[in-house]
């Protein structure tokens, strides 16, 4: 722990009827750029709003350093926020928007500082103008630079990005992640989109349910997710049902369907009674059935394509299985592997060190997105 | 330059042209039949020879005196009438905004109730409500008693008949019309502005001075204009709640047409409009509220 980390400890905020989050701890080091990923409702603009002092915890503590200001009043915390809608005052000037703060504070040089942030954002030539007068992606700008001018110790972002389209989403991600690592201030970034948690934050914390599910490096959180609701929303997965058993001393053995699967014993959360065995479905290899598979890779026989769909990068497979199981298949469309169509009969096969074994108990669609039929 | 494009373009702008007057005949003869007509008929009113009467008929003699000799006579009365119009708005001001404030960001399932409260007086007529408020205030009243028990009255020992009652009167009657604008305008207000505001270091009160009461300003603006013009106008609550040293112009404007001087009474009314109309021009301007009424 050092000099500014953010730390939340036993954090619970209870509104009327239900709990929004649930006796949370976190730790946010300083300078870091920290992601808050989840769902909407699960509690993740809450804690976003307790560290802001907008909202009062129904009990715990935030600290940053080594002041707890839990009850301070919001302005009088060394923290910033970007409002999800930017919340711009209408009234004001781009310049006067961006100088709010400074002027609060009494600082000295706000026309300096002011025109130093509208460059750093590169919006020096709209000071003049009114928010109504900008575009989506500029007033986002705006918003950042007039909490960052501030320089607060903590930058929290609320889903900043979430109003904008794709492709200036892309660019600002990209822009923000530029701007943090030039300024060097912690960013603790809300979002539902676990592709922006993982463009841009150095750690992500997966928040269900008023807690957090699971913390770390985006790598390290894809490659190993720890619960259900990790592996289905980042990214997708394949869960099988299974029965771990003792196996040898590097790996465990795991029963699927009577056939047997080795997954090495750090990737296993469980290794006894009934698991998930779990596949991100880009690691699975699809080959004719009955081919000949690598020695020791995991396999998966006797399948029936049926679906294909080409998205270009990569061709996507569901094959449905003996027991009436549907898992996807992702194939990379370089050319070398081969193609199938719907009703070839088809094995599905994967390295060991890919596969993940979670606790059964849980439930195997948690973090599942829903997707409209229409 | 005479081409094919110019020649068949022009009818189809002018037919264009025409639609548009067309849609707007209803308004405009609205306009002069309810606007132009009875303005010009003051203003000729207002320059007739003072020295007809009824029963003589009035000579059309462009006799400007008028408007002279009504300031002259009356300019105390119409003074007072700016005056405790001014005094009422800025009550009204007071009463209101806090009301206005609270309905619309502290009432929450209350709000539609306090709105009705607020509009509940006007399924009263206007001069019923305030002949009560000549019980309210009677020599015999119960505030008259408080008042007298706590010391807090005067030597001649009434509220009624004095100016604090003309301006109570007025406060009552036109604070609807201040709370109404201001609410419509403060609702509208963002809360998350506020959120903002305690976010960028501003406690609330200068979160309310910086970003509540600027956006607020069309309201406060429109409800002020609101109450000052028809208060500075307004007859009813000097002649039932005050005496003949509270009059203001709208009595006297009464009493000339019921006198029988037309010209006089008409040249009170030109003037008392026109300088109301260069106060609220000059108001507009001053608050910057342009582009936001």
């Known amino acids: 722990m050092s000099g500014s980390d953010l730390v939340l400890s036993g954090v619970t905020k209870q509104f009327a009827g239900f709990t929004a989050v649930d006796d949370l701890d976190l730790t946010v080091p300083e300078g870091s750029f920290f992601a808050l990923l989840g769902p909407s409702g699960c509690g993740k603009t809450t804690t976003l709003?307790?560290?802001?002092?907008?909202e009062t915890p129904t009990s715990g503590s935030v600290t940053l350093g080594e002041e707890d200001i839990s009850r301070l009043k919001p302005y009088k915390r060394p923290v910033n926020t970007v409002f999800q809608s930017y919340a711009l005052f209408p009234h004001l000037t781009i310049y006067e928007n961006v100088a709010f703060g400074l002027r609060r504070q009494g600082r000295k040089d706000v026309a300096g500082q002011v025109k130093d942030m509208l460059d750093l954002v590169e919006l020096g030539t709209y000071a003049q103008r009114k928010p109504n007068q900008l575009s989506g992606g500029q007033q986002q700008r705006v918003a950042l630079a007039r909490a960052l001018i501030n320089k607060p110790k903590?930058?929290?972002?609320?889903?900043?990005?979430?109003?904008?389209d794709l492709k200036l989403r892309r660019q600002m991600q990209i822009e923000l992640k530029r701007i943090q690592t030039e300024v060097g201030i912690t960013f603790v970034h809300v979002t539902h989109d676990q592709e922006e948690a993982m463009t841009m934050a150095d750690t992500v914390a997966v928040m269900n349910a008023g807690v957090i599910e699971q913390q770390g490096a985006p790598m390290d959180l894809y490659e190993h997710p720890r619960t259900t609701f990790v592996a289905n929303f980042l990214g997708q997965s394949n869960l099988i049902g299974g029965e771990a058993s003792a196996g040898d001393g590097q790996h465990v053995r795991i029963d699927v369907h009577g056939v047997g699967l080795r997954v090495p014993r750090d990737r296993a959360a469980v290794s006894s009674?009934?698991?998930?065995?779990?596949?991100?479905?880009?690691?699975?290899?699809?080959?004719?059935?009955?081919?000949?598979?690598?020695?020791?890779s995991n396999a998966l026989?006797?399948?029936?394509?049926?679906?294909?769909?080409?998205?270009?990068?990569?061709?996507?497979?569901?094959?449905?299985?003996?027991?009436?199981?549907?898992?996807?298949?992702?194939?990379?469309?370089?050319?070398?592997?081969?193609?199938?169509?719907?009703?070839?009969?088809?094995?599905?096969?994967?390295?060991?060190?890919?596969?993940?074994?979670?606790?059964?108990?849980?439930?195997?669609?948690?973090?599942?997105?829903?997707?409209?039929?229409? | 330059m005479s081409t094919p494009v110019s020649t068949t373009a022009e009818p189809r702008g002018r037919r264009r042209g025409r639609t548009g007057y067309l849609l707007l005949a209803p308004a405009a003869l609205w306009i002069i039949l309810f606007f132009v007509v009875p303005l010009v008929t003051l203003i000729s009113t207002s320059l007739y020879d003072p020295a007809g009467s009824l029963e003589t008929g009035y000579a059309m003699t462009g006799y400007v005196g008028n408007y002279a000799a009504v300031m002259q006579d009356y300019s105390q009365q119409f003074l007072r009438s700016l005056g405790y119009a001014g005094v009422a708005t800025i009550?009204?001001?007071?009463?209101?905004?806090?009301?206005?404030?609270?309905?619309?960001?502290?009432?929450?399932?209350?709000?539609?109730?306090?709105?009705?409260?607020?509009?509940?007086?006007?399924?009263?007529?206007?001069?019923?409500?305030?002949?009560?408020?000549?019980?309210?205030?009677?020599?015999?009243?119960?505030?008259?008693?408080?008042?007298?028990?706590?010391?807090?009255?005067?030597?001649?020992?009434?509220?009624?008949?004095?100016?604090?009652?003309?301006?109570?009167?007025?406060t009552y009657n036109f604070l609807p019309f201040m709370v109404l604008p201001l609410y419509a305008s403060l609702e509208k207000i963002d809360h998350r502005l506020h959120e903002a505001g305690a976010d960028l270091y501003a406690s609330p009160f200068t979160t309310f001075r910086k970003v509540t009461l600027p956006l607020s300003m069309p309201g406060l603006v429109a409800g002020t204009l609101l109450t000052f013009i028809p208060a500075a106008g307004d007859y009813i609550n000097a002649e039932l709640l005050g005496n003949t040293r509270t009059q203001m112009i709208g009595n006297v404007i009464q009493n000339l047409f019921d006198g029988g001087s037309y010209p006089e009474a008409a040249a009170l009314s030109m003037t008392l409009m026109s300088v109301i109309v260069v106060m609220v021009l000059v108001y507009i301007w001053r608050s910057g509220t342009e582009e936001l009424v």
């Open chain 1, 301 to 374: 026989r006797d399948g029936v394509v049926t679906d294909v769909s080409f998205i270009g990068v990569s061709t996507q497979y569901l094959a449905k299985m003996a027991w009436g199981q549907e898992l996807m298949v992702f194939e990379q469309n370089t050319g070398a592997r081969q193609s199938f169509r719907v009703g070839d009969r088809v094995d599905l096969h994967w390295m060991p060190d890919h596969t993940f074994v979670l606790d059964a108990t849980q439930d195997a669609s948690a973090g599942v997105e829903r997707v409209d039929p229409a």
């Open chain 2, 91 to 170: 009550a009204c001001i007071v009463l209101g905004y806090p009301l206005a404030y609270a309905i619309a960001f502290k009432a929450g399932r209350w709000r539609n109730l306090m709105l009705v409260a607020v509009i509940a007086p006007f399924f009263t007529s206007f001069l019923i409500r305030t002949l009560s408020w000549q019980l309210i205030l009677a020599d015999q009243g119960w505030i008259v008693d408080a008042l007298k028990f706590l010391q807090l009255m005067g030597d001649d020992g009434r509220l009624l008949a004095t100016p604090l009652a003309v301006i109570t009167g007025l």
């Open chain 1, 273 to 296: 009674g009934g698991v998930w065995v779990g596949i991100r479905p880009e690691k699975v290899f699809l080959a004719e059935a009955g081919a000949e598979t690598q020695d020791h």
């Open chain 1, 154 to 164: 903590v930058l929290l972002l609320d889903e900043p990005l979430g109003a904008l």
């Open chain 1, 49 to 54: 709003r307790i560290v802001a002092g907008l």
